[in-house]
């Protein structure tokens, strides 16, 4: 959480706001392994992270990528919208923008962020309690559009 000074002298306990972005390539997707050091660390995720100020959530979702896998990316497409209070295992009450967008091309090194990064196809995913926050059940939720689209964004939690 944030705490927000206000110009009438109040303050607020406010939510981040994260991206986080489904890298696809012949249904294939990239996750990264989390730094040790970082909440939920040593398990795989999306790539994502915190939008900056003076970025769209488009921005941040490319630019999270490039920086946690040296990927870029294009397509992106907004997937899923999550702002609901009591996502699992997430202590800062992110709102999360989760986007698709297809691989380009490696240009580019992990940060620090990232222990591994790997392709895993998607009938062969590590298992869901190896997968940090929620993100696995992004995935599902890309896996079940690829089968029967339906309107996009999703909103909330997933059914």
Avoid at 50 to 72: L, P
Avoid at 83 to 100: A, C
């Amino acid at each position: 959480m944030i705490t927000c000074a206000f110009e009438d002298g109040n303050a607020a306990r406010l939510r981040h706001v994260t991206v986080d972005c489904i890298v696809a390539q012949d249904g294939q997707v990239l996750l990264g392994k989390r730094a040790a050091k970082l909440l939920e660390g040593g398990k795989w995720g999306l790539l994502g992270g915190y939008m900056e100020r003076d970025e769209t959530c488009a921005e941040a979702a490319a630019r999270e990528v490039m920086e946690e896998s040296g990927w870029e990316i294009t397509d992106l497409k907004l997937l899923r919208i999550k702002d609901y209070p009591e996502r699992p295992r997430e202590d800062r009450q992110n709102i999360s923008f989760v986007y698709v967008a297809k691989a380009v091309r490696q240009t580019g090194r992990p940060d620090w962020e990232t222990a591994e990064l790997q392709w895993f196809s998607l009938a062969e995913l590590p298992p869901k309690d190896q997968v940090a926050f929620d993100h696995y059940d992004d995935i599902l939720l890309y896996k079940n559009y690829l089968e029967q689209p339906f309107s996009l964004p999703a909103l909330g939690k997933a059914s």
